[in-house]
T-cell receptor, first 114, second 113 residues
Framework: GAVVSQHPSRVICKSGTSVKIECRSL??????MFWYRQFPKQSLMLMAT?????????EQGVEKDKFLINHASLTLSTLTVTSAHPEDSSFYIC??????????FGDGTRLSIL | SQKIEQNSEALNIQEGKTATLTCNYT??????LQWYRQDPGRGPVFLLL?????KEKRKERLKVTFDTTLKQSLFHITASQPADSATYLC????????????FGRGTSLIVHP
């Protein structure tokens, strides 16, 4: 089946650090990649949608300058949390989809900002 | 606005029994509905997709029903096993033909040996 690799799986860093998370589709070409944030016992909250070669579309309330998304190829998207603060601590999950197909998720990145 | 409701309380059942999880939605008419499984600290895993013109779909021990009149989907796991213990999320497709699904909060299933 379709495999999406996300890393790192866990990041612990100091406040003010920028953190980059990578999402790769390993065995298929993803026309679209999605970035979600999930708090404990809460639903997945979509942050942004990105299509290869174009700018990401951010959901309302998500700061595009804070969460930089790059979708450089059909198999790779990155999310950079710039100048991270403790309130940015969360579980970040990416997913990838090719046209008309269900999303396939990465295993998430647990981000902890001290 | 559209709303998806899944039981927030965990469902506890004995091994071998059938687990039934519910997903209700309001203010919405989805073209399809999806079910995912999520284990702690992991990303969701796609299980089944059912379209609005389908009443029921099966995959091995899993069965999903979709009642567009009641605005409800039921997710059944027959002959449940402790390994089925996880959180199960339902997701509806986006409005206006968008392919971006909206997820429910999920229901935790605990199967006791």
């Amino acid at each position: 089946g379709a495999v999406v690799s996300q890393h790192p799986s866990r990041v612990i860093c100091k406040s003010g650090t920028s953190v980059k998370i990578e999402c790769r589709s390993l065995d298929f070409q993803a026309t679209t990649m999605f970035w979600y944030r999930q708090f404990p016992k809460q639903s997945l909250m979509l942050m942004a949608t990105s299509n290869e070669g174009s700018k990401a579309t951010y959901e309302q309330g998500v700061e595009k300058d804070k969460f930089l998304i790059n979708h450089a190829s059909l198999t790779l998207s990155t999310l950079t949390v710039t100048s991270a603060h403790p309130e940015d601590s969360s579980f970040y999950i990416c997913s990838a989809s090719s046209s008309g197909q269900p999303q396939h998720f990465g295993d998430g990145t647990r981000l902890s900002i001290l | 606005s559209q709303k998806i409701e899944q039981n927030s309380e965990a469902l506890n059942i004995q091994e071998g029994k059938t687990a039934t999880l519910t997903c209700n939605y309001t203010n919405y008419s989805p073209a399809y509905l999806q079910w995912y499984r999520q284990d702690p600290g992991r990303g969701p895993v796609f299980l089944l997709l059912i379209r609005e013109n389908e009443k029921e779909k099966r995959k091995e021990r899993l069965k999903v029903t979709f009642d567009t009149t009641l605005k409800q989907s039921l997710f059944h796991i027959t002959a449940s096993q402790p390994a089925d213990s996880a959180t199960y999320l339902c997701a509806l497709d986006g409005t206006g033909g968008s392919y971006i699904p909206t997820f429910g909060r999920g229901t935790s299933l605990i199967v006791h040996p």
